[in-house]
């Protein structure tokens, strides 16, 4: 039997691969989602799907498969046959964060997965109960030295995007916060506008209808510019905290070993699904940045995110057994 090893040094092209290429797709193409329903995998996949569908002349089925902060289906898709008719929907959660953290996907996942096409950033935000007396990132440090014992914050869970937007804050302002994982977004924002803790960092779709109805404050955007939605909410890199990006991204992938052209013609369907309006403007509406990265770069971009994001994991101290 080949080994993996062997498996993965396969050239890509060979003639059976090529000849499967030209073909594709010969049937309905199944998208993964790790997540459970209407979460931004979901959404992103949903909208993206019909001009898919048109372009293809196949349908695209969403799959929900969620569990283990998406190792479920990170798992599941790592073992489809590398044929482009499985295509894996992931976040920089399930995709970098997790594995980071976690001994229970039991692989490397740069390894099992090709990158075909970055689709969304999802900014994460940090917010307060209306309580604190804060208007601003160096208003809430103030408040935070201000308490016995430090202030708590809240996540959507134990290694998500969320926490490790907290870790980082905490570790690059010295600031004495805690983090208190939930399991979701939606019940951190219950507590969080319940007064249960003071803190909070979800993703800005979970957040913007709480801040519009005045029930949050938003303080900062953890992205390297402003988003559209919230022009006005200032990044916590201009409030004083340089190099301060964390990007809650979703992107498309397949397992190693499926042919280049394959790759190609999915990744250039995703992009003309992109760039049309309505796609574009329904992405902006829920708070999402309408990207796009190619194959080539979008790999490099992931081999980036474990770069910059292992020495951040260590220093937090961050681990799931």
């Known amino acids: 039997m080949p080994t993996r090893r062997a498996i993965l040094a396969t050239p890509l092209l060979a003639g059976p691969a090529l000849a499967q290429a030209e073909a594709w797709p010969s049937r309905p193409v199944t998208m ?13 996949a949903r909208l993206l799907a019909p001009a898919l569908e048109a372009r293809f002349r196949q349908p695209f089925i969403i799959e929900n498969r969620p569990g283990g902060g998406g190792s479920v289906g990170m798992a599941m898709a790592s073992r489809a046959r590398p044929d482009g008719l499985t295509v894996l929907i992931s976040s920089a959660s399930n995709h970098v964060f997790h594995p980071l953290i ?7 996942v740069r390894e099992a997965f090709h990158g075909v096409a970055m689709l969304a ?41 969320n926490h490790l ?10 600031a004495d916060i ?21 803190m909070a960092v979800m993703n800005l779709p979970t957040l913007a209808p709480a801040a519009e109805a005045g029930r949050v404050r938003l303080i900062g955007v953890a992205t390297a510019q402003r988003v559209s939605l919230k022009p006005d909410l200032p990044t916590i ?18 397992p190693r070993g499926t042919p280049r052209p394959i790759i190609e013609a999915l990744g250039g369907g995703f ?8 796609a574009r403007q329904r992405l902006r509406d829920i708070g999402s940045e309408p990207i796009y990265m190619d194959a080539a770069t979008t790999d490099a971009f992931v081999a980036a995110e474990y770069a910059r994001w292992t020495p951040v994991v260590r220093a937090a101290n961050v681990r799931i057994e």
Do not use: C, K, M
């Not at 937007?165 to 010295?174: C, F, M, S, Y």
């Open 32 to 44: 993964i989602v790790p997540w459970a329903a209407a979460g931004s995998n979901d959404v992103t």
């Open 102 to 108: 976690s001994n229970e996907v039991g692989y490397d």
């Open 121 to 161: 950033d999802v900014p994460n935000v940090l917010a307060v109960h209306p309580s604190v007396p804060a208007q601003t990132l160096a208003e809430l440090l103030v408040w935070i030295r201000a308490q016995r014992g430090g202030a708590s914050y809240g996540s959507s869970g134990v290694g998500s995007s």
């Open 165 to 174: 937007t907290g870790e980082l804050l905490r570790i690059r302002t010295g």
């Open 178 to 198: 805690s983090h208190v994982p939930y399991r979701g977004g939606g019940p951190a924002l219950i507590d969080l506008i319940g007064g249960t803790i003071p």
């Open 237 to 254: 890199q201009e409030q004083g905290v340089p190099d301060f990006s964390v990007r809650s991204w979703v992107g498309a992938f397949v």
């Open 271 to 278: 992009r003309d699904a992109l760039e049309t309006p309505a």
